[in-house]
């Protein structure tokens, strides 16, 4: 099979590449990005006129619900959101029904990933059986069968000791820990930041210093043991300098934020909107301006979208008792050229936050345009105009707060291991 993509602005950051481009792809890697003008006879072509070429976009925090919850999403429900999302490569979260604590579900989530066969979906492995916080998973038994990392995600590792054993374990493997971060006794009962909004709503609100308080501890713990702590969506002015500072240190640290916290603020909740009710919460213009200037000064190190799906009526009740998450894989593009389009943020980086950044952190083979490289590819037109319709999503849940926006940005290709698997 021969592809080749023509007239597009071809941005790779890992190669320090931005220009008019021909793209050349064979057997599925990548054969050559070319400035001058080449024969393209014998190829399949793909007109990217007026278009950004990128390397495809990698999201290392999702929820494909399945096995267990596939009445919110699946894993070929997520994997079509995915790649009408530009990614072709994404990870799934172990809380799922069983929980993602040993080699038996790990087979699984891969087998069915390879029969969907649309993208790359690596699993990630719980750090506790059960997601109990008591004792460690089979960590060995689950890189073997193609886990990329650990997390308990949703649920803090509370305890100290287990996550210093945690990063010793996962040291010998060669994986990061990937934390979720919230102090459960300090966020007890919160159902959105803790704040003078909260206080307006007459809702119980969840501290900031739940999130920092555990970044803080984990920070220690990596120094301690030597090993790589990756936190996911951080949302706090504190802990993203928190991170800055361990980083000047030297200590092996990393971290991703979501476009949402990115964008929104806790005044989204007015109206008890349950769309948006995310775990860690939206907080303040404040926190969303430390972590725009961190997407620049090189503290965050990749986007995630923390993709999680619930259905109707894990939503359509009070906000105690409504789920915690949204809907992110559709979304993320044009929500996150907002920021490209405000001057917050310059396209380049926002591409290398999406592909090489999150890539560096997993030791991944994609995200690069490098000859020899897999062909995944993301193919986007940033300035055409897109009103986000949750009706039209491939996912198989509604729950956005970003129904009815007019953004700008629509992914018009995805071609992962050089098969077009979105157009
Ligand atoms: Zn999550």
Request: aromatic residues 4%; contains cysteine; glycine residues 8%.
């Amino acid at each position: 099979m021969k592809l080749v993509i023509i007239n597009g602005r071809v941005i790779d950051p890992s190669q320090n590449l931005d220009g008019n481009c021909t793209v050349f792809v064979e057997n599925g890697v990548i054969r050559d990005v070319a400035k001058a003008k080449r024969s393209t006879n014998g190829y399949e072509i793909i007109d990217a006129k007026g278009a950004i070429v990128s390397p495809g976009f990698i999201d290392v925090h999702t929820h494909l619900r399945e096995p267990g919850f596939e009445y919110r999403e699946d894993i070929a429900s997520g994997s079509k959101a995915a790649v009408a999302g530009g990614f072709t490569t994404i990870f799934c979260m172990a809380n799922t029904n069983p929980v993602n604590d040993n080699a038996s579900v790990t087979q699984m989530i891969v087998k069915k990933a390879e029969e969907v066969g649309l993208l790359n979906i690596f699993p990630v492995g719980a750090v506790s059986k059960g997601l109990k916080g008591v004792e460690l998973a089979e960590i060995g038994e689950m890189v073997k069968s193609g886990c990329v990392a650990i997390s308990d995600d949703g649920k803090p590792v509370m305890s100290g000791r287990l996550m210093r054993h945690a990063l010793e374990y996962a040291k010998t493997f060669k994986i990061p820990v990937v934390v979720h971060e919230e102090d459960l006794s300090l966020a007890e009962g919160g159902c959105m930041n803790e704040g003078r909004i909260s206080t307006e709503l007459g809702l119980k609100g969840s501290p900031a210093a739940a999130e920092e308080t555990m970044i803080q501890r984990d920070i220690l713990l990596s120094k301690l043991v030597g090993h790589h702590v990756h936190f996911q969506h951080v949302t706090t002015a504190t802990g993203i300098d928190m991170i800055r500072q361990a980083k000047k240190q030297g200590i092996p640290v990393t971290c991703e934020v979501t476009p949402h916290h990115l964008v929104l603020n806790d005044e989204a909740c007015r109206g008890y909107n349950t769309n948006a009710k995310v775990n860690p919460p939206l907080r303040t213009t404040k926190d969303c301006q430390a972590l725009i200037k961190a997407l620049n000064d090189g503290t965050v190190d990749c986007l995630a979208t923390d993709h999680a799906p619930h259905a109707h009526d894990e939503k359509n009740v009070g906000m105690d008792e409504a789920n915690a998450g949204l809907l992110g894989m559709e979304t993320a593009l044009p929500v996150l050229l907002k920021l490209v389009h405000n001057k917050q943020v310059s396209l380049k980086r926002l591409i290398y936050l999406l592909t090489v950044g999150p890539a560096k952190i997993f030791k991944l083979k994609t995200g690069s345009l490098k000859k020899g490289w897999p062909a995944d590819m993301t193919i986007f037109d940033p300035n055409l105009s897109n009103t986000i319709d949750a009706e039209k999503f491939y996912s198989k849940s509604r729950n956005t707060p970003f129904h009815g926006w007019k953004l700008k940005g629509k992914v018009l290709h995805t071609i992962c291991g050089g098969k077009v698997v979105y157009a």
